[in-house]
């Protein structure tokens, strides 16, 4: 097992280091395009050992979810896997390598959906030079999405070294990442591309580890933002041709006077009816794939001219499509899903639902990062303007997304990137809330004058801090007293110094404020150089503080401590202390 994670990085740096050559770049963008919901790294490594993977999923996703099994003999694809204490390897397998009866429903933009979704784009993203042709469009939207976020990407390619001193360096970023987000955008709605008009003449300027992953992780983010925008509008109308389809099928079964019959298979039943929508639905999605495109980048061959048509797009969406997939086979038309495509909510009165108070549930989650509500509390009492707001919140809040309960019956999910925060509370392809990033901002402003955004949101979270501001403080000149401080920071100042034991409360609830908030039971830190440090409760007030390295085969302590977590009184002392390197084990204290 060693020995094949060694091989699978030495593959991932192998491949990383060649993606900076044109051919291998446009080949990586034209086979990432079908799995753009995996991070770059992953498809990194799903490119470098099945390039023609068209939807791959977990062994889990295939079995269980989807009631596809994996073909005897089939070899993985390898991923790296760091969520726990120690890098392993994890498994996912393209749908060529299994058999069933059911495909799973993986999202295509067909000739019936280009109008619709053309003129969604458009209005969305506040395009000005409108036109009905879909790949004009898009270049459009790339562009944008760009400008908009320029200052940012510049920041982030300027800390690469090979990069900071080019005086040329914001065109020679704009010109690769637009061209790399338009081959993987065109390729993932089944436009063929001719690779002769991607020149991607400055891509030799990437020449380096960190550049190139800079590159794919920014094409990764931006191409993922687009192409969910071109998913949910091409599922919105499938669902609401399945509607309608349903509807159609009751007014049949109803003139032929059989709709009180329910036998299973019927001639003429529901059962009968509810396997006609099943077998279309299994024949949309089972259509012929463009694996042709991904086959000929492989082998380095040309990709052929771009054609006027998104027929026959196919790929894989990640972990939402093979969820997706249940939705269209097993149940009844209309059921609202939330973000993990579980149905919910059934039988509730939309009509009833307050929005202002669901926009204000998801505002008052605070950011994606830890410490992000605190960070936009301090900024907000910077006196800043609205629109200054509006930037800080979209590079806080990044590209994500979640599940959100807005009351014990009701779930939906939100997604928030560069143009705003997007809030689906009506279920699935319903109707949704779209705040841009300067409506959002107004309201957590809102939210903070009237202190509700300092609310919690666990019990045992770190309270959130009002800042001081300079109107509460009372200055005087050099030559006078000193000048006298807020009453919090003055009660503060004044108490007696701390103990070491409190000392190390505060530490350790700085570096893992959500294992002593015991949101999390377990937390690993990594630092490049260093063991990893690991933290673990194993009992109400006893939690595991501890370094292990390898040593011939064996794990060792280096050290392991088991502390004492007080969170009256706010102290951390140890119990134990062990390091296998010294052969020793210490009762530091005694219960």
């Known amino acids: 097992m060693a020995e094949k994670l060694y091989y699978i990085e030495e593959l991932a740096e192998h491949t990383l280091n060649d993606l900076n050559k044109r051919e291998n770049w446009v080949n990586y963008l034209v086979s990432s395009s079908y799995h753009y919901k995996y991070s770059f790294h992953e498809s990194c490594l799903i490119f470098a050992q099945r390039p023609d993977a068209t939807a791959v999923a977990s062994y889990d996703q295939w079995n269980n979810k989807m009631h596809r099994f994996i073909n005897k003999g089939t070899q993985g694809i390898a991923l790296l896997d760091a969520s726990g204490s120690n890098k392993r390897l994890k498994y996912v397998f393209d749908i060529s390598d299994t058999n069933g009866q059911r495909m799973p429903y993986i999202w295509q933009l067909k000739d019936e959906h280009i109008e619709r979704v053309n003129s969604e784009l458009v209005e969305n993203y506040n395009i000005e030079n409108q036109t009905d042709q879909l790949e004009e469009t898009i270049p459009q939207i790339i562009d944008k999405v760009i400008e908009d976020n320029i200052e940012e990407i510049n920041e982030d390619f300027m800390s690469v070294d090979v990069l900071a001193g080019n005086d040329n360096l914001e065109d020679i970023v704009r010109d690769t990442l637009r061209d790399s987000i338009l081959v993987t955008v065109l390729t993932r709605c089944g436009y063929k591309i001719d690779e002769n008009s991607y020149k991607f003449s400055q891509l030799h300027f990437f020449n380096s580890f960190e550049s190139i992953v800079?590159?794919?992780?920014?094409?990764?983010?931006?191409?993922?933002?687009?192409?969910?925008?071109?998913?949910?509008?091409?599922?919105?109308?499938?669902?609401?041709?399945?509607?309608?389809?349903?509807?159609?099928?009751?007014?049949?079964?109803?003139?032929?006077?059989?709709?009180?019959?329910?036998?299973?298979?019927?001639?003429?039943?529901?059962?009968?009816?509810?396997?006609?929508?099943?077998?279309?639905?299994?024949?949309?999605?089972?259509g012929q794939s463009q694996r042709d495109i991904s086959n000929n980048a492989a082998d380095g061959d040309a990709v052929s001219a771009l054609s006027g048509s998104g027929e026959g797009s196919k790929g894989t969406d990640g972990d939402t499509d093979t969820k997706d997939e249940e939705e269209h086979s097993t149940e009844p038309m209309g059921t609202i899903h939330n973000g993990d495509r579980e149905p919910v909510n059934q039988g509730n009165d939309f009509d009833e639902i307050d929005e202002q108070k669901d926009i204000d549930i998801v505002l008052l989650r605070g950011g994606s990062f830890e410490g992000g509500k605190q960070r936009i509390i301090n900024f907000y009492f910077d006196e800043q303007s609205n629109s200054e707001r509006a930037k800080f919140l979209k590079?806080?809040?990044?590209?994500?997304?979640?599940?959100?309960?807005?009351?014990?019956?009701?779930?939906?999910?939100?997604?928030?990137?560069?143009?705003?925060?997007?809030?689906?509370?009506?279920?699935?392809?319903?109707?949704?809330?779209?705040?841009?990033?300067?409506?959002?901002?107004?309201?957590?402003?809102?939210?903070?004058?009237?202190?509700?955004?300092?609310?919690?949101?666990?019990?045992?979270?770190?309270?959130?801090?009002?800042?001081?501001?300079?109107?509460?403080?009372?200055?005087?000149?050099?030559?006078?007293?000193?000048?006298?401080?807020?009453?919090?920071?003055?009660?503060?100042?004044?108490?007696?110094?701390?103990?070491?034991?409190?000392?190390?409360?505060?530490?350790?609830?700085?570096?893992?404020?959500?294992?002593?908030?015991?949101?999390?039971?377990?937390?690993?830190?990594?630092?490049?150089?260093?063991?990893?440090?690991?933290?673990?409760?194993?009992?109400?007030?006893?939690?595991?503080?501890?370094?292990?390295?390898?040593?011939?085969?064996?794990?060792?302590?280096?050290?392991?401590?088991?502390?004492?977590?007080?969170?009256?009184?706010?102290?951390?002392?140890p119990a134990t202390y062990q390091n296998d390197y010294l052969g020793v084990f210490q009762n530091v204290y005694m219960d």
């Open 214 to 286: 800079q590159l794919g992780v920014v094409t990764s983010e931006y191409s993922e933002t687009i192409l969910r925008e071109i998913e949910i509008s091409v599922k919105t109308i499938e669902k609401e041709i399945r509607n309608e389809r349903s509807k159609d099928n009751a007014a049949t079964i109803q003139s032929t006077e059989r709709a009180h019959d329910t036998r299973r298979n019927g001639q003429g039943t529901v059962g009968e009816t509810v396997g006609q929508i099943r077998q279309v639905e299994e024949e949309v999605s089972a």
């Open 395 to 573: 590079k806080e809040y990044g590209i994500g997304g979640g599940t959100v309960y807005f009351t014990k019956e009701r779930s939906g999910f939100e997604d928030h990137n560069a143009k705003g925060i997007t809030i689906h509370n009506r279920g699935y392809g319903e109707e949704s809330i779209n705040l841009s990033w300067p409506q959002a901002a107004k309201r957590i402003g809102e939210l903070i004058e009237c202190e509700r955004y300092f609310e919690q949101k666990y019990p045992n979270d770190k309270p959130l801090i009002k800042p001081a501001k300079a109107d509460n403080i009372e200055t005087k000149g050099a030559d006078d007293a000193p000048f006298s401080m807020p009453e919090e920071l003055a009660e503060k100042a004044s108490s007696k110094r701390k103990t070491q034991q409190e000392i190390n409360f505060t530490r350790i609830e700085e570096l893992v404020p959500h294992i002593m908030d015991k949101r999390y039971r377990y937390a690993c830190l990594k630092s490049d150089g260093y063991t990893d440090l690991s933290f673990e409760w194993v009992g109400n007030d006893r939690l595991i503080m501890a370094h292990y390295s390898e040593h011939n085969g064996d794990l060792m302590a280096d050290p392991d401590m088991e502390l004492i977590v007080d969170f009256e009184n706010k102290t951390v002392m």
